[in-house]
T-cell receptor, first 112, second 115 residues
Framework: NAGVTQTPKFQVLKTGQSMTLQCAQD?????MYWYRQDPGMGLRLIYY???????DKGEVPNGYNVSRLNKREFSLRLESAAPSQTSVYFC???????????FGSGTRLTVV | AQSVTQPDIHITVSEGASLELRCNYS??????LFWYVQSPGQGLQLLLK??????LVQGIKGFEAEFKRSQSSFNLRKPSVHWSDAAEYFC?????????????FGTGTLLAVQP
């Protein structure tokens, strides 16, 4: 029972570099989400995929892109990293609203 | 628009004391309601959830929460806090009528437990 797996767990980038955060779930969930967590701001939704083949912007999408590669995998890409993107990133999935989310363990990203 | 308010940013309780964490929401009807816990350096774990039925719901780790429609609240309680309960707690709401299954999270309450 791996649940939701995020890679990498830690990353340091220089301003302007690009990277992709990977997320995979093995629970056959339809919906997947990317959140960022910053002190005092809770979790803010970046992008989500309500079902395989669809993606939509959340609350804070600027500077990010996503790909729902298949039902299992949902990646988040930073094309040109900025210090404001220093954060902890969480991927989550759900089979449907009432069940709530299952979260990954997070990626701590620092942009210098 | 849906919103969630957790009025207490930081709470300190003594071990063995009772705990209540507040959560207020704004939504047109009864939403899905959740409480999550996050230990340092970890992801979020679901403590309990509510949509309908008995307004007092039991969760894991000895936690319970009470839904009060008249107050738009879903407060989390524990009768006797243990040192291992020190963590950050998040309340969240979701729409039963939405197709996106999105949750809106509060800003969290950080719980410290003193000996």
């Amino acid at each position: 029972n791996a649940g939701v797996t995020q890679t990498p767990k830690f990353q340091v980038l220089k301003t302007g570099q690009s990277m992709t955060l990977q997320c995979a779930q093995d629970m056959n969930h339809n919906s997947m989400y990317w959140y960022r967590q910053d002190p005092g701001m809770g979790l803010r939704l970046i992008y989500y995929s309500a079902s395989e083949g669809t993606t939509d912007k959340g609350e804070v999408p600027n500077g990010y892109n996503v790909s729902r590669l298949n039902k299992r995998e949902f990646s988040l890409r930073l094309e040109s990293a900025a210090p404001s993107q220093t954060s902890v990133y969480f991927c989550a999935s759900t089979p449907g609203g009432y069940y709530g989310y299952t979260f990954g363990s997070g990626t701590r990203l620092t942009v210098v | 628009a849906q919103s969630v308010t957790q009025p207490d940013i930081h709470i300190t309780v003594s071990e063995g004391a009772s705990l209540e964490l507040r959560c207020n929401y704004s939504y047109g009807a009864t939403p899905y309601l959740f409480w999550y816990v996050q230990s340092p350096g970890q992801g979020l774990q679901l403590l309990l959830k509510y949509f309908s039925g008995d307004t007092l719901v039991q969760g894991i780790k000895g936690f319970e929460a009470e839904f009060k429609r008249s107050q738009s609240s879903f407060n989390l309680r524990k009768p006797s806090v243990h040192w291992s309960d020190a963590a950050e707690y998040f309340c969240a709401v979701g729409s039963p009528s939405g197709a996106t299954n999105k949750l809106i999270f509060g800003t969290g309450t950080l719980l410290a437990v003193q000996p």
